[in-house]
């Protein structure tokens, strides 16, 4: 292949990954999820639990989708991602009670798994092909810019949506705009030349040894850990933070406002995430992370003990801000790993990565579900601050792999 065709069919693929993962992230449903799902019939607690099975069933299939990437087609792997998409929400849309919601969650969480490591993979490898890689952290940024964007736009209108249509309808309407998002990754380029061979070992074997290779490395070990531990605490924040608006009696036309500015401020943390990483180095911008998740604590714990109105306002924006720093961190460990990963395990080590963030995230969204149904949002809020400790633990031990300034 010439190379002017190559930067063609490079620029043509990365067009189509924006508009494809902006339509597969127009989810309205996002800000009033916890009231829609209440109103089939689940508790608050339930949701958290419910959060976690999904999370179990995107851990069930991270190995399987990234290795399939590996040894047979990514482009394959996210369009059957998007198919599950489809059936989730649709399953949602149809849902009443804990076990048809569980359902639809496990739904997606399958295709979470399939579009998770495979949506990087197929960036990271599309891009070599004109030996462009070293601009991932750009690239990749602004196809998380463009669906981050789309997660905006639906926050704002997720709160009218409901008013208006009402939650099931809302479901039907992600469900319309994830085919859409199917349809444009079948015109994506085929990755031919990045192909797994199995020789003297069974797929099963080969895959596992990957992933037993990968978490055994101390490198990638705690490059994978680290964002883990720090988004598990951005997505406790982001779905608390409902609950606490409904406590504190913010009025539910506001829900879409402030999840909106929550995906505002992702668009603004992915775009310039590699100027602040090249700007304060790896180190510093992590311990930036860990600061701001410690404020966002803080501040939910203000917002519960004041009945000021106009200050719950502003400390909800606050606390709506500070999780989005999870996009800069997953895009700077991101990078870190693909430099040290070759091409032909890279989607199963992601999905080993994408394995051990669900569990993680799992455990805390489990943990949170007993505490807030037994103990209140308080206790979970202080749960939460106490467990930073080891946050910092995680950081010391990946320091010696990062780029300090």
């Known amino acids: 292949m010439a190379k002017k065709e190559i930067n063609k069919s490079v620029s043509r693929g990365l067009n189509i990954l924006r508009f494809g993962y902006f339509c597969n992230n127009l989810m309205f449903v996002i800000p009033v999820i916890v009231l829609v799902y209440t109103q089939k019939g689940i508790t608050v607690g339930d949701f958290f639990l419910i959060q976690g099975i999904f999370r179990l069933a995107a851990f069930l299939f991270e190995i399987p989708s990234g290795y399939m990437s590996d040894c047979f087609s990514r482009k394959n792997v996210l369009i059957t991602g998007t198919i599950f998409s489809f059936l989730g929400f649709s399953a949602l849309a149809l849902a009443n009670g804990f076990f048809s919601i569980m359902l639809g969650e496990a739904l997606l969480g399958i295709a979470s798994?399939?579009?998770?490591?495979?949506?990087?993979?197929?960036?990271?490898?599309?891009?070599?092909?004109?030996?462009?890689?070293?601009?991932?952290?750009?690239?990749?940024?602004?196809?998380?810019?463009?669906?981050?964007?789309?997660?905006?736009?639906?926050?704002?209108?997720?709160?009218?949506?409901?008013?208006?249509?009402?939650?099931?309808?809302?479901?039907?309407?992600?469900?319309?705009?994830?085919?859409?998002?199917?349809?444009?990754?079948?015109?994506?380029?085929?990755?031919?030349?990045?192909?797994?061979?199995?020789?003297?070992?069974?797929?099963?074997?080969?895959?596992?040894?990957?992933?037993?290779?990968?978490?055994?490395?101390?490198?990638?070990?705690?490059?994978?850990?680290?964002?883990?531990?720090?988004?598990?605490?951005?997505?406790?924040?982001?779905?608390?933070?409902?609950?606490?608006?409904?406590?504190?009696?913010?009025?539910?036309?506001?829900?879409g406002f402030y999840i909106g500015l929550n995906q505002f401020s992702r668009i603004i943390f992915s775009k310039y995430a590699y100027k602040i990483c090249d700007k304060y180095g790896d180190m510093n911008t992590s311990i930036i992370t860990i600061l701001d998740v410690a404020i966002g604590i803080v501040v939910g714990i203000l917002i519960m003990h004041t009945t000021n109105m106009t200050l719950v306002y502003i400390l909800c924006t606050i606390m709506a801000i500070t999780p989005a720093i999870h996009s800069m961190n997953k895009l700077q460990y991101n990078s870190l790993i693909h430099h040290s990963i070759r091409s032909t395990e890279r989607g199963t080590v992601l999905s080993t990565k994408a394995m051990v963030t669900t569990v993680v995230g799992a455990v805390f969204l489990i943990v949170a579900k007993f505490l807030l149904d037994e103990c209140g949002i308080l206790t979970t809020l202080g749960f939460t601050f106490i467990m930073l400790i080891p946050l910092v633990w995680s950081l010391k031990k990946v320091s010696k792999f990062l780029y300090q300034k």
């Open 113 to 255: 798994a399939l579009n998770s490591g495979t949506l990087e993979a197929y960036t990271y490898d599309l891009m070599k092909r004109n030996k462009s890689q070293k601009q991932f952290i750009k690239e990749f940024g602004s196809i998380m810019t463009f669906g981050i964007t789309a997660s905006f736009i639906a926050s704002i209108f997720g709160g009218i949506l409901f008013v208006h249509i009402g939650g099931d309808n809302i479901l039907w309407l992600e469900a319309s705009f994830v085919a859409i998002g199917m349809a444009t990754f079948i015109f994506l380029p085929q990755l031919t030349e990045i192909k797994r061979k199995v020789k003297h070992t069974t797929a099963i074997k080969d895959a596992l040894s990957i992933t037993y290779n990968t978490i055994k490395n101390p490198k990638l070990r705690n490059l994978i850990f680290f964002p883990a531990l720090l988004g598990a605490f951005t997505v406790i924040m982001l779905w608390i933070l409902q609950p606490i608006m409904e406590t504190t009696h913010v009025p539910v036309e506001l829900f």
